[in-house]
């Protein structure tokens, strides 16, 4: 049995705003680290930025201004999280805001190495994988496959903890729809970035040219 060793990043940001070019910060944020089918490290936490939170963000998360004002600066977290494991892959729900608030936070508390890493989107996936959906929230999602509860939404932990089981719910899943294709490897990260960006239907060509490449010299780790 061939087993994925590698490791990988499941991250969730909550902000002040929708963009960091738009003068939006992190107010928190959550990593739970997969290897495989089971979660194997977590950190989370409160970030100090200095930017006011607006009120309809403060109703959403919980997160005060009042409550930020003894939280770690960011730059320190950033730099925890960057000491914590080597630079890996990052899975996220909407992939494209938290990738870009990490590089932000990254950058800005130089750790260059750790600001750009490989990404993969479950929204991107569920859109392909889960068509009987109601639709691809993350909510929406956990309640559809009866994933464990988390705590309150909108909070960086507990939606990268949902995320961490909707992935391992998603490689399940995909290893079901391709077992004829696959010949017993593993959905890896590098797969599942490859099906994100093709349809359904083209799955199976995309499993057959990975278990070719495989089969020339393996690249799980």
């Known amino acids: ?8 990043a499941v991250v969730d940001f909550e902000t002040t705003g ?3 070019q738009k003068g939006a910060r992190a107010t928190e944020v959550a990593v739970v680290w997969v290897r495989g089918g089971e979660v194997v490290d977590r950190y989370d936490s409160l970030m100090y930025t200095g930017v006011v939170i607006p009120p309809f963000i403060e109703q959403l998360t919980g997160i005060s201004n009042r409550l930020l004002e003894t939280a770690t600066p960011a730059a320190t977290v ?6 914590r494991h080597p630079p890996c892959p990052m899975i996220a729900h909407n992939v494209g805001f938290d990738a870009l608030f990490w590089r932000e936070e990254m950058l800005k508390a130089d750790c260059e190495a750790h600001a750009n890493p490989e990404r993969l989107c479950t929204v991107k996936l569920a859109r392909k994988l889960y068509p009987q959906a109601p639709n691809c929230k993350l909510g929406t999602l956990a309640a559809f496959h009866e994933l464990p509860s988390q705590g309150r ?10 995320t961490a089981h909707l992935w391992m719910q998603m490689r399940l899943d995909i290893a079901h729809h391709l077992a004829g294709d696959l010949e017993g490897l ?5 797969l599942a970035q490859r099906l994100q960006a093709l349809a359904f ?3 199976p060509k995309a499993a057959g040219a990975y278990v070719k490449a495989f089969a020339k010299g393996p690249r799980l780790c």
């Open 186 to 190: 593993p959905v890896t990260f590098e």
């Open 201 to 203: 239907a083209q799955w």
């Open 78 to 83: 950033m730099r925890e999280l960057a000491e």
């Open 1 to 8: 049995m061939i087993l994925d060793t590698q490791l990988l």
């Open 18 to 20: 929708v963009s960091p």
């Open 153 to 162: 939404a909108h909070r960086a932990l507990a939606d990268a903890l949902t």
